[in-house]
């Protein structure tokens, strides 16, 4: 069977998205942060605009850059690692942390620019031109690239979902089997009664006055005096 296509038109429009609706979100947030890693005490006067500085760039890549690390992912597993329930944990962390690295690459430069933009303000076009000619727009690389290309995040949730997987497969075991279990000592307990109250009934009709415990056959021919009679003719 071949495999399924890596990167679908579904699943990159679906990662744009989210990739936009996250930054939005976020992106005044680490304006904030950005200021407070100069050490300039302006950040809590920022025009409410201002926090929005430089969030041009991020919202056109960021669901795009998902997109390519997750496919770049895939690609690298499916080469060291064919199955996916079998896929080693180690070759997970070799998988992201590849991915990682080829999409350093692109976040670099778009995080220089972003970070220039919360700064000093200008244009997404603009600032990046200048900082092209500044020869500054891959500063920082080493950085980005020990940040991206670690392999922590996927192997922590291929590890987390499976152990999560683990157990809750425990989980359903024991309550199957203690599900068992009460039916079992449910059905012993109803079956012991029934049996006690049997021979209860037979010992109190034993003690009366020329009685006596029945018999397997007086009880046959009891069930039989009880029960209609079915081949009985219907009187006329």
Same mark, same amino acid.
């Given at each position: 069977?071949?495999?399924?296509?890596?990167?679908?038109?579904? +699943?990159?429009?679906?990662?744009?998205?989210?990739?936009?609706?996250?930054?939005?979100?976020?992106?005044?947030?680490?304006?904030?942060?950005?200021?407070?890693?100069?050490?300039?005490?302006?950040?809590?006067?920022?025009?409410?605009?201002?926090?929005?500085?430089?969030?041009?760039?991020?919202?056109?890549?960021?669901?795009?850059?998902?997109?390519?690390?997750?496919?770049?992912?895939?690609?690298?597993?499916?080469?060291?690692?064919?199955?996916?329930?079998?896929?080693?944990?180690?070759?997970?962390?070799?998988? +992201?942390?590849?991915?990682?690295?080829?999409?350093?690459?692109?976040?670099?430069?778009?995080?220089?620019?972003?970070?220039?933009?919360?700064?000093?303000?200008?244009?997404?076009?603009?600032?990046?031109?200048?900082?092209?000619?500044?020869?500054?727009?891959?500063?920082?690389?080493?950085?980005?690239?020990?940040?991206?290309?670690?392999?922590?995040?996927?192997?922590?949730?291929?590890?987390?979902?499976?152990?999560?997987?683990?157990?809750?497969?425990?989980?359903?075991?024991?309550?199957?089997?203690?599900?068992?279990?009460?039916?079992?000592?449910?059905?012993?307990?109803?079956?012991?009664? +029934?049996?006690?109250?049997?021979?209860?009934?037979?010992?109190?009709?034993?003690?009366?006055?020329?009685?006596?415990?029945?018999?397997?056959?007086?009880?046959?021919?009891?069930?039989?005096?009880?029960?209609?009679?079915?081949?009985?003719?219907?009187?006329?």
């Amino acid at each position: 069977m071949a495999d399924a296509p890596v990167l679908t038109s579904a +699943s990159f429009a679906a990662g744009c998205i989210a990739g936009a609706a996250g930054q939005l979100v976020g992106h005044p947030l680490d304006t904030i942060k950005v200021w407070a890693q100069t050490g300039s005490r302006d950040a809590v006067r920022l025009p409410f605009r201002a926090l929005f500085r430089g969030i041009a760039g991020p919202i056109v890549s960021a669901g795009g850059v998902q997109s390519v690390r997750l496919g770049m992912y895939e690609t690298f597993r499916r080469c060291w690692g064919p199955s996916e329930a079998s896929t080693p944990l180690p070759v997970v962390g070799l998988s +992201s942390a590849s991915a990682g690295l080829v999409v350093s690459f692109i976040l670099c430069p778009l995080h220089r620019v972003k970070v220039a933009q919360q700064l000093y303000g200008g244009g997404l076009y603009a600032t990046a031109r200048q900082l092209r000619r500044e020869g500054s727009l891959y500063r920082g690389l080493p950085t980005v690239v020990l940040f991206e290309a670690n392999g922590l995040y996927m192997s922590a949730y291929v590890l987390t979902l499976t152990l999560a997987l683990t157990l809750a497969l425990a989980l359903t075991l024991a309550l199957t089997l203690a599900l068992a279990l009460a039916l079992t000592l449910t059905l012993t307990l109803s079956l012991t009664r +029934s049996v006690h109250e049997r021979l209860r009934a037979d010992e109190a009709i034993a003690r009366r006055p020329g009685g006596r415990a029945p018999t397997m056959g007086t009880r046959r021919r009891r069930r039989e005096r009880q029960r209609p009679h079915m081949g009985r003719a219907l009187p006329a």
